[in-house]
């Protein structure tokens, strides 16, 4: 199915592409607060994933993904919905906050807001949820800040 919006977000927390606060970076960082606006009609479900990829893998480095929530515009929530966590790069479904290898360089992390066309299945990992659903994102935005250690 063809894209027919991109949603726009962005964050109370952070400046677009410019450095995390480092609140929001290390082993104890908080998650910063994401909003969207923008959402396609026809949108089902929104999906969000955090993800590094300059991490020194393959696959870069998926810091958060959850999966169920509503199609609507204003801030992202979780706290008391039914939504479902997806892995992260170390297997477990909590956010891991930016904490790149110190003398790595900069690193990016993309979050990104998935409109679907269809509910997601289960709590799939970031490649599942591209390779399954793909098809079906009517609309992506993505927000970038950069951490560095």
């Known amino acids: 199915m063809a894209r027919i919006a991109?949603?726009?977000v962005s964050s109370p927390d952070l400046e677009?592409?410019?450095p995390i606060d480092p609140r929001?970076?290390?082993a104890d960082g908080a998650r910063p607060r994401l909003e969207v606006t923008g959402i396609p009609d026809g949108a089902v479900e929104l999906a969000v994933i955090v993800h590094d990829p300059d991490a020194p893998s393959s696959n870069g480095f998926t810091h958060w993904a959850v999966y169920g929530l509503p199609p609507e515009d204003g801030p992202i929530e979780t706290?008391?919905?039914a939504v479902r966590?997806?892995?992260n790069s170390t297997g477990s479904t909590e956010y891991?906050?930016?904490n790149p290898p110190r003398g790595g360089g900069?690193?990016?992390y993309d979050f990104w807001v998935y409109a679907l066309d269809t509910q997601v299945e289960g709590a799939p990992s970031r490649e599942e949820f591209l390779e399954?659903?793909?098809d079906r994102i009517v609309g992506q935005g993505r927000f970038v800040g950069t951490f560095e250690q």
């Open 6 to 8: 991109d949603p726009i």
């Open 16 to 18: 677009p592409d410019a």
């Open 24 to 26: 929001f970076a290390g």
């Open 79 to 81: 706290d008391g919905l």
């Open 85 to 87: 966590f997806g892995p």
């Open 96 to 98: 891991a906050a930016p």
């Open 106 to 108: 900069v690193h990016h």
């Open 132 to 134: 399954r659903y793909g």
